[in-house]
């Protein structure tokens, strides 16, 4: 059975910084490669960012890339989620999934419909 934790989650003020991490387990986790979605309030969930296979390749939103940083350890079946300057408009429960089996990397790293594994989510909330 696969299985997604998501930790790291919490309360921070505009400006601050959180360290996402999503440990995985039940699968080949480097056959996959994972991505961090976010859903607030009232809204679709939303992709964020996707790291590949290996992990030599990430890709981003445009609302959070340079402050966000993806990255995967396989050996620790582990992906995490470095969030610096984090905005108000961040606040949301955020969301590791896995990727289907056999999608394309280029194709597939933002479309929420092609990950089939997901965590429960951890919240981040950001003041002002």
């Known amino acids: 059975q696969v299985q997604l934790v998501e930790s790291g989650g919490g309360l921070v003020q505009a400006g601050g910084s959180l360290r996402l991490s999503c440990a995985a387990s039940?699968?080949?986790?480097?056959?996959?490669?994972m991505g961090w979605f976010r859903q607030a309030p009232g809204k679709e969930r939303e992709f964020v960012a996707a790291v590949s296979f290996s992990g030599g390749g990430t890709y981003y939103a445009d609302s959070v890339k340079g402050r966000f940083t993806i990255s995967r350890d396989n050996a620790k079946n582990t992906v995490y989620l470095q969030m610096n300057t984090l905005k108000q408009e961040d606040t949301a429960v955020y969301y590791c999934?896995?990727?289907?089996?056999?999608?394309?990397?280029?194709?597939?790293?933002?479309?929420?419909?092609?990950?089939?594994?997901w965590g429960q989510g951890t919240q981040v909330t950001v003041s002002s």
């Open positions: 039940g699968r080949t986790f480097s056959g996959h490669f």
């Open positions: 999934g896995t990727s289907k089996a056999g999608s394309s990397w280029y194709l597939s790293r933002s479309r929420r419909d092609d990950y089939d594994f």
